[in-house]
Every structure is written in structure tokens, then in C-alpha cells.
């Protein structure tokens, strides 16, 4: 849904709406929504990937933060020509601007890790037992050229023409718009 993206009706009245999201200064031709976060030190209390709790534990406690420091968090929404949905892409830095590794990023409570399958880990995804892709992987952010993380978006189409067919009224760009963040925001909390 390209139009929700670019259509500067419905953008400015989703920024209007949200005042956390706007257009980067920096990029304002490309049609991207961005907005900077802190993210406390605190882990999730109700952490529920044992797999990965239990490879973080088999790791050498001395290499092994006992928390995440206080972090900034980068978010982005922007439209992917490929799967024609919105991609919500983030980096966590710390407090000194180092990126957060995958290890640091699962502590922090940017994840709904109640509402994730177990999920296997490499240095660059995460990704469900048995899946053909990762829920969260590491590319390029496709405005800025930065390493970001990002979810993957091979399922959202599905996902959102299946919602916008149960609409009971006609689904605008703001309306789509705001369903997809609540997709998103089933895997990611975006209270933060």
C-alpha cells in the first residue's frame, strides 16, 4: 500500500495523529516515517524465549553484560517496493553510540517476546523453527545505506489483505495505515 506512504493527505494526518513518527529532515523526498526512542535498562519481566535465554547463559559470563545500558532506539517505517507493504526498520545504539548486538537487542524491551514463537538465532536473524525466513533480520535500511535491523515483511501481505477484506467499510490510506502498525505491534512495542 504505496499510497499510504506517500500520500502526503494521509501521512500528515497520521504525523498529526501520532506526534512521535515525522518525516527525517535529512531524506524528506523519500517518503519514509521516522521517530528516536530511549529504551530503559531494563530487561522484559516476562522474558520467554528459553532457547535463547539458555544459549545467553551458556556464553562466558564475563563477556556476557549483566544488563542492557540505557539505549536509543532509531526507528523507521519505509514502503518496499518488493512485498508493496510498509518495513518498520530500527537500530539500538547504546549511550556511548555503539550498535547493540542481537544478544543485547532481545534483552531490551523493544521485543513482545511473549508473543514470539521460540525462535533460533544467528549473529544477523531471528527466526522460527522450520521457517523459510527470519522475523527479524539485519540488511541495509534502504534510505539511509545504514546497517539496520528490520522485521521481515514476507508475510505482512497476506496479513493486511486479509484484514482489509474483513473491514467492514472501505479501508483508506490512514486507516491501512494504522492496521499495520497494530500488526507491527503485535512483535514490537511501540509504546516505547
Known sequence: MDRALSAPSSDTRFIR????????????????L???TPLSS???????????????????????????????????VVFSP????????????????APLTLEDIVRTPLLRHERLPALERTAHSLTPPDAAFPVLSQGEHPSTGRPAWYLHPCGLPTVMDELTRDADAEVD??????MWFMVVGSVVDLRL
Open 17 to 32: 495523529q501520532s506526534n512521535a513518527y515525522s518525516r527525517p529532515q535529512l531524506y524528506p523526498a523519500l517518503g519514509y
Open 42 to 76: 531494563e530487561a522484559p519481566s516476562n522474558f520467554v524465549h528459553q532457547e535463547l535465554e539458555a544459549e545467553l547463559e551458556d556464553e562466558d559470563p564475563a563477556s556476557a553484560p549483566s544488563q542492557v545500558p540505557q539505549s536509543n532506539c532509531e526507528q523507521s
Open 82 to 97: 518488493t512485498f508493496q507493504v510498509p518495513v518498520f526498520y530500527f537500530t539500538i545504539h547504546d549511550s556511548h553510540g
Open 34 to 36: 521516522s521517530r528516536s
Open 173 to 178: 490510506g490512514l486507516r491501512w495505515l494504522e
